[in-house]
């Protein structure tokens, strides 16, 4: 396999490129000899190596510029000397005026008179080009993950990074979760004036009220995620950059229908669409005593597996917060987080990880999810928790813990 310097130095070849005198226009062959061109090239400019060496490099591990004659090893501050590169014959560039982002001509910018100084703009501040309106009531923001760079052509073929952050989602304030009446972990339609996408909702609280946040990563042609798909094409006048991160969206729920029929119940229908039923009572805001007749509607909302990405991908030690008051850090094996939902992670598992010491039976952390939550001081879907596998010696004690894992109704492949 070539290195890409042979192969451009091999098509530079084909193509025949010459210089003015009709001589070969690069005359290197090896990366010495083209570093000591572009040392050459660098000369008397901002950015000068004319006096580093490959053996300088290695031995300092590294070398500021300008490294020249004045200055051979290099410089660890620019402009130590107060001397700015703004003497109009030195300049790289005459500069662009900060609101139309016109290019300035040589007469403008010597009219400025910096000579030498540093040179500070005062901006006229312009409101962002589209504001939530009534029909797209909230701000929608992008942005990126630790684990993956840009449309993950290469992080997403890394096993390990992939599994941190294997798919998109939009994070939504709790409040707003709320007020729209959405599950943790259900699969919404993110709406903006341009576009539309479908991801699973990430219900926290480190974005503010009326703001979503959807990672840019991730869509395809078979997965409708592309973030990018809802922002503004509008660009900045200077550096010709996409405003992303300032648009207007709305949220809507995606939900099938599902009428009563004799015999069943909540507990049924939720058993039946692999739902916790508490999740269902508050989809359908109902109040206790939770009552429903034959022929009533209900909304099923789609759940899907949100993973939520660790704080650093080398963390493997993690404090419960709601269970800080015992003092307890777990240790193990991060498997999968669980539908985005702490409360879902209270299986007899889990459970058990949590606790400073084991319980008696495993049968005394089984029941509904929402009574072991309410026993143990957890607010649901606030912090996210990990599906975790505490190091216990008793083998039979760690058997037990994975048979409980396995007939948990709301786990999936891939979960254990």
């Given at each position: 396999m070539k290195a890409d310097f042979y192969i451009l130095l091999d098509y530079a070849k084909r193509m025949q490129f010459?210089?003015?005198?009709?001589?070969?226009?690069?005359?290197?062959?090896?990366?010495?000899?083209?570093?000591?061109?572009?040392?050459?090239?660098?000369?008397?400019?901002?950015?000068?190596?004319?006096?580093?060496?490959?053996?300088?490099?290695?031995?300092?591990?590294?070398?500021?510029?300008?490294?020249n004659e004045q200055r051979p090893h290099g410089t660890t501050r620019l402009y130590e000397d107060w001397v700015f590169h703004t003497h109009v014959d030195d300049t790289q560039s005459f500069g662009k005026d900060p609101n139309t982002g016109r290019e300035r001509t040589k007469e403008e910018f010597k009219r400025i008179g910096a000579?030498?100084?540093?040179?500070?703009?005062?901006?006229?501040?312009?409101?962002?080009?589209?504001?939530?309106?009534?029909?797209?009531?909230?701000?929608?923001?992008?942005?990126?993950?630790?684990?993956?760079?840009?449309?993950?052509?290469?992080?997403?073929?890394?096993?390990?990074?992939?599994?941190?952050?294997?798919?998109?989602?939009?994070?939504?304030?709790?409040?707003?979760a709320e007020k729209l009446s959405i599950c943790p972990g259900e699969v919404v339609r993110v709406v903006s004036p341009r576009g539309r996408i479908e991801v699973p909702a990430r219900i926290v609280d480190t974005v503010l009220p009326g703001l979503v946040f959807v990672p840019f990563h991730f869509g395809s042609w078979e997965q409708n995620q592309a973030a990018n798909d809802l922002t503004v094409d509008f660009v900045d006048p200077v550096s010709k950059q996409p405003i992303f991160k300032q648009s207007a969206c709305r949220i809507e729920r995606i939900r099938e229908k599902h009428i009563i029929t004799q015999g069943e119940t909540l507990e049924s229908v939720a058993k039946k669409h692999r739902i916790p039923v508490d999740e269902l009572r508050r989809a359908n805001k109902l109040a206790p005593p939770y009552r429903i007749d034959i022929g009533h509607e209900v909304e099923i909302p789609s759940i899907a597996n949100v993973v939520?990405?660790?704080?650093?991908?080398?963390?493997?030690?993690?404090?419960?917060?709601?269970?800080?008051?015992?003092?307890?850090?777990?240790?193990?094996?991060?498997?999968?987080?669980?539908?985005?939902?702490?409360?879902?992670?209270?299986?007899?598992?889990?459970?058990?990880a949590m606790c400073s010491k084991p319980p008696?039976?495993?049968?005394?952390?089984?029941?509904?999810?929402?009574?072991?939550?309410?026993?143990?001081?957890i607010r649901a879907y606030t912090w996210p928790v990990y599906l975790v596998i505490c190091h216990y010696k008793d083998d039979d004690y760690r058997r037990g813990i994975r048979e409980a894992i396995l007939k948990c109704p709301y786990l999936t492949d891939g979960h254990i």
């Open positions: 010459m210089d003015k005198d009709g001589n070969p226009l690069i005359q290197y062959t090896t990366p010495r000899e083209c570093f000591e061109e572009w040392k050459a090239v660098s000369r008397g400019r901002p950015s000068d190596m004319t006096a580093m060496t490959y053996e300088k490099i290695k031995k300092k591990n590294g070398i500021q510029w300008p490294t000579n030498g100084k540093a040179i500070l703009y005062g901006l006229t501040y312009y409101s962002p080009a589209e504001r939530p309106t009534p029909e797209f009531p909230l701000w929608l923001t992008t942005g990126r993950l630790v684990w993956h760079w840009h449309t993950r052509t290469k992080t997403g073929r890394a096993p390990n990074l992939h599994m941190a952050a294997p798919q998109g989602y939009v994070e939504i304030h709790i409040t707003d939520i990405p660790l704080t650093r991908p080398s963390e493997r030690l993690m404090l419960i917060r709601g269970f800080a008051n015992r003092n307890f850090l777990l240790r193990g094996l991060i498997v999968q987080e669980v539908r985005n939902r702490p409360q879902m992670v209270l299986t007899k598992m889990v459970f058990i008696e039976k495993h049968s005394e952390a089984s029941g509904d999810v929402s009574t072991v939550a309410s026993r143990n001081g």
